[in-house]
Each structure stands twice: as C-alpha cells, then as structure tokens.
C-alpha cells in the first residue's frame, strides 16, 4: 500500500484524552468518530453479556500510548 508523502498512515494509539485508559478516546480518533459516542456506546454494551471488560483491558495494554 502507497501512501502520498505528505500524509502519515493512520496509526490506532491510546488518546491523550482519556478517562480511565484512553481506549476508547483512541479507537474514536482512529475512526473519526466522537469520542462521547464510543464511551456511550461501550457503556451500553456492558448491559449485554460478553467479554468487554477484558477486551478494553487487552487493549489498555496492548494499544500504544500516543504521547509515545
């Protein structure tokens, strides 16, 4: 994949904004999105039985820090 010179290709980090780890602050950067809504919407998914819990912390870790 070619990207112009002038433009970085996206990169999913951790965002400075953040309110307990950032992940999801950082997933609404990656996709262009309001970051209100995805922590809206990950509220709402704990109502629903799954893993989110453990998949926000995979990614805690596993996601780089932007300040970084």
């Given at each position: 994949m070619?990207?112009?010179s002038d433009s970085?290709?996206?990169r999913l980090t951790r965002s400075?904004?953040?309110w307990i780890g950032g992940v999801c602050g950082g997933l609404a950067d990656y996709f262009g999105i309001d970051p209100v809504l995805v922590r809206v919407?990950?509220?709402a998914s704990l109502l629903l039985p799954?893993?989110?819990?453990?998949l926000?912390?995979?990614?805690w870790f596993v996601m780089p820090d932007a300040r970084a």
């Open positions: 070619t990207y112009p970085q290709p996206k400075e904004d953040r919407l990950f509220v799954g893993p989110q819990v453990l926000y912390v995979i990614l």
